[in-house]
Antibody, heavy 120, light 111 residues
Framework: QPQLQESGPGLVKPSETLSLTCSVS??????????WGWVRQPPGKGLEWIGS???????YYNSSLKGRVTILVDTSKNQFSLRLTSVTAADTAVYYC????????????WGQGTLVTVSS | QSALTQPASVSGSPGQSITISCTGT?????????VSWYQQHPGKAPKLMIY???NRPSGVSDRFSGSKSGNTASLTISGLQAEDEADYYC???????????FGGGTKLTVL
């Protein structure tokens, strides 16, 4: 099972870009066995699927994020990243990196999560 | 508003069984056997409890079981224990512009 660890700023100003990185250990980011994805959870609320990327570069995104999101793989560092542009207070959440199964989308590995607050 | 509908809360006494429902549509739960269930304790990351409607990952207690009928999937927990008290989320693959959806979550209280 891959082990995942999120990193990035905990505070982002409104209208700026949120950038997070997920470091992967115990598996190769180039493996065909996994998708690499992001899920977020606003304080006190439910889970929201953000998107995922395959080692080939194929991506799937939540359409509600309306083109603000990009997920990329960095094979040289065995990491993948999340960029969310034009953030507002509604993007304040705990962000989890995760490994959705390529077929069922079931997630059996999660990072510990990192809280990102959008505030001036 | 979540694409999948779950009850906000359920409760049961130790030793009893409870069932949590997850209602979707023919675009997700109804036509795909790709329903997953997650348990989340406060301040922790979710944990996969059921995948592909009724399969348990290694290490998950057989007190947890999943099923599906039509557009509704269900998670049943038998022999309730205090440590089962948590939030539970369903998820499904969907043939829409957003390929994965979560339910709004159900808070399980063990009385």
């Amino acid at each position: 099972q891959p082990q995942l660890q999120e990193s990035g700023p905990g505070l982002v100003k409104p209208s700026e870009t949120l950038s997070l990185t997920c470091s992967v250990s115990g598996a190769s980011i180039s493996s065909s066995s996994y998708y690499w994805g992001w899920v977020r959870q606003p304080p006190g609320k439910g889970l929201e699927w953000i998107g995922s990327v395959y080692y080939s570069g194929t991506t799937y995104y939540n359409s509600s994020l309306k083109g603000r999101v990009t997920i990329l793989v960095d094979t040289s560092k065995n990491q993948f990243s999340l960029r969310l542009t034009s953030v507002t207070a509604a993007d304040t959440a705990v962000y989890y990196c995760a490994t959705p199964d390529p077929y069922s989308s079931a997630i059996d590995s999660w990072g510990q999560g990192t809280l990102v607050t959008v505030s001036s | 508003q979540s694409a999948l509908t779950q009850p906000a809360s359920v409760s049961g006494s130790p030793g009893q069984s409870i069932t949590i429902s997850c209602t979707g549509t023919s675009s997700d739960v109804g036509n795909y056997n790709y329903v997953s269930w997650y348990q989340q304790h406060p301040g922790k990351a979710p944990k996969l409890m059921i995948y592909d409607v009724s399969n348990r990952p290694s290490g998950v207690s057989d007190r947890f079981s999943g099923s599906k009928s039509g557009n509704t999937a269900s998670l049943t927990i038998s022999g309730l224990q205090a440590e089962d008290e948590a939030d539970y989320y369903c998820s499904s693959y969907r043939i829409t512009s957003t390929p994965v959806a979560f339910g709004g979550g159900t808070k399980l209280t063990v009385l």
